[in-house]
């Protein structure tokens, strides 16, 4: 039997991964966090199997999150969830240590079969993000293929979240963060990305399927 954490800021999202979950994939116990703060907690009071952590908490990045608890326990399986293109964010996940990846939009089975693969200590990742893995990694890191890639995983969050439309306030609210850091943020992205204004961010963006309008 598994067990294991759901870690996602929607009740209704938690609620429904873990009814698959429960049903399809034989699991003993099962966790839920909303908050960065609550996966903290959990994973330092309980023993879990795997842990399938949204990439965008309210509190944290999902990545630097990755990171966090691969530092104080390196051999506990991560699956990252995201609404973002299998073929950007896979990349950064496997390099902050995630053992696998799967999009919001995939189906159940490809859930249940995630978390069966990384609780017997293998990787799992969809066949579009397979794809980009060999890719990047093919080409070195891949920071001379697209503008996006020479950004920190914070900024391609906000880039991201930028270029659905919302404004910095209603990121910096989202991220946890002031209103200063992610301008901030956003100098720095427009400066690597040699681009001049926030209509341009969007713009290209929405042209690359980073993310979806609000």
């Known amino acids: 039997m598994i067990r294991v954490l759901v870690a996602d800021d929607h009740p209704v999202v938690r609620s429904g991964l873990k009814a698959i979950l429960a ?51 390196p051999k506990l399986p991560i699956l990252i969830l995201s609404v973002h293109p299998d073929e950007e964010f896979a990349v950064r996940a496997l390099r902050a240590g995630a053992d696998g990846y799967i999009s919001k939009t995939a189906a159940p089975a490809e859930l249940v079969r995630a978390v069966q693969r990384l609780a017997q200590g293998r990787r799992y990742m969809s066949p579009a993000a397979a794809e980009e893995l060999i890719a990047a990694f093919g080409n070195g890191n891949g920071s001379d293929l697209v503008p996006h890639a020479r950004l920190s995983d914070r900024e391609y969050q906000v880039l991201c979240l930028l ?38 961010l969007v713009h290209y963006v929405l042209q690359q399927r980073l993310a979806e309008p609000a």
């Open 23 to 73: 049903r399809q994939c034989g699991v003993a116990t099962l966790g839920e966090a909303g908050t960065g703060a609550e996966v903290r907690r959990l994973v330092a009071q309980k023993p879990w199997d795997v842990v399938v952590l949204d990439v965008s908490l309210p509190d944290c990045s999902g990545l630097e999150m990755v990171k966090e608890i691969k530092r104080e326990r």
């Open 163 to 200: 270029g659905s439309g919302k404004s910095v306030g209603r990121i910096a609210e989202e991220l946890a963060r002031s209103v200063k850091t992610i301008s901030t943020y956003r100098a720095r992205i427009l400066v690597k990305m040699e681009m001049r204004s926030t209509a341009q």
